[in-house]
């Protein structure tokens, strides 16, 4: 049997707060990373590259399932903090967040428009996915994931399913285990954005000829559905009162009717500007963060 700590050795460890602190902060890393999620790492200069294969729908999701879901986010600074949270209309439900910044936007007062432009929610995609080489991780190699991503990559699968027919070319559906097509995910830095551009599919092949084995990995996908659990989501008076906080404002929503010399800007909220958008309320662009942990990562370093 193992002994346990002497007296002794308890009185020489005290005060060694270092440890201690140390292991906090490991839990902590290891309760925010997903283990079931796999990113693209990329190096120094923002490049990275590695092969994967989207999925079909998991068995758990049913026959209707999609072997996608989508969802919206929120995540920005204000004076008195972040708001980091899933957007509610992602359930289609309302979200005081999107209700503000079409106030904001509707009032036609510019500074108010970038406000609500720095605001906006974000849309992303998650996937199941087997990683084919990760060459910065090898140990993912084979391995079932998920795979959260944009607009841009979307349009990519999209393409394949819908091709432009002066092409002549036929329909793919990428997520088929059969006939689908393994993805070359190419990651570089554009104008201070992650951009994957120059990501493409590869030929129509088989994951495997082994049936048995294409079972066992669809048995292993992780389910979709419970990304839309209203569960996940905050009511929309925990939203608003968040932002009330987060804004420094009891009622976010006077912000758009005051008037110009009253206007609420983006110095008063502390906030700092993306690249202006038309739509006011959703981003897109696999150029901008659209992922949740994009934005605690930047809150937990703070």
């Known amino acids: 049997m193992k002994e346990g700590l002497s007296f002794s050795a308890l009185k020489r460890s005290r005060g060694s707060v270092e440890q201690l602190a140390k292991a906090i902060e490991s839990n902590s890393r290891e309760k925010r990373e997903d283990e079931r999620f796999w990113e693209l790492t990329v190096d120094k200069a923002g490049n990275g590259h590695a092969v994967i294969r989207f999925l079909p729908a998991p068995p758990q999701d049913g026959e209707d399932g999609l072997p996608w879901v989508r969802t919206f986010s929120h995540g920005f600074k204000g004076p008195g903090g972040w708001l980091i949270d899933q957007c509610p209309t992602t359930i289609e439900q309302k979200c005081p967040v999107c209700e503000s910044n079409s106030l904001l936007w509707n009032s036609e007062i510019e500074a108010n428009k970038k406000v609500a432009s720095s605001r906006k929610r974000r849309l992303s995609y998650t996937a199941n996915i087997l990683v084919v080489t990760d060459p910065a991780n090898p140990k993912n190699d084979g391995q079932v994931k998920l795979f959260r991503f944009g607009q841009k ?39 201070g954005y992650r951009n994957y551009d120059s ?88 150029e901008e963060p659209d992922d949740l942990s994009f934005f605690k990562n930047i809150a937990d370093s703070e």
Not at 210 to 237: C, P
Request: glycine share 6%.
């Open 153 to 191: 990559i979307f349009d990519k699968i999209y393409e394949k399913m819908n091709p432009d027919p002066a092409f002549g070319e036929s329909p793919v559906n990428p997520f088929d285990l059969w006939c689908g097509m393994n993805f070359k995910l190419r990651a570089r830095l554009v104008a």
């Open 199 to 286: 990501s493409e599919f590869a030929m129509v092949t088989a994951v495997s000829e082994d049936d048995t084995r294409l079972e066992a990995l669809w048995k292993s996908e992780h389910g979709l559905l419970q990304f839309l659990d209203v569960k996940n989501f905050k009511s929309f008076d925990q939203i608003k009162k968040r932002l009330g906080v987060v804004l420094g404002s009891a009622v976010v929503t006077e912000t758009a009717e005051k008037a110009p010399s009253q206007r609420f800007s983006d110095e008063d909220a502390g906030i700092k500007l993306q690249p202006e958008v038309n739509n006011p309320v959703e981003t897109t662009g696999d």
